[in-house]
Nanobody
């Protein structure tokens, strides 16, 4: 099982980026896939999640600006980020739903068992 996050970069406030999470070793539409981010000196926080039955979830800070989607043919999950603000600056990670979640909700890191390596997003003027 591997997850490869990519698409990060530097962008000005108000700009857009699309992150990709390419999966191998499993099929993305069989699992929920989530995006988290971690800013310097802060804990990892939930951003968004797409379930195996296509329900989508967002944190309050990203709702209305970010859109999560899945391309089953490419076995990849995307995070389209619009209207970026400096507070979105962080390393973004994608994770795969754990088989044993013990009732944890999508916005807990314990909901996931595999993580990608992270991709850096910097929003600055």
């Amino acid at each position: 099982v591997q997850l490869q996050a990519s698409g990060g970069g530097s962008v000005q406030p108000g700009g857009s980026l699309r992150l990709s999470c390419a999966a191998s070793g499993f099929t993305v539409d069989d699992y929920a896939i989530g995006w988290f981010r971690q800013a310097p000196g802060k804990e990892r926080e939930a951003v968004s999640c797409i379930s195996s039955d296509d329900n989508t979830y967002y944190s309050e800070s990203t709702k209305g600006r970010f859109t999560i989607s899945r391309d089953n043919a490419k076995n990849t999950v995307y995070l389209q980020m619009n209207r970026l603000i400096p507070e979105d600056t962080a390393v973004y990670y994608c994770g795969r739903e754990a088989i044993s979640k013990y009732g944890n909700p999508w916005y807990y890191t314990q909901f996931y068992d595999y993580w990608g390596q992270g991709t850096l997003v910097t929003v600055s003027s």
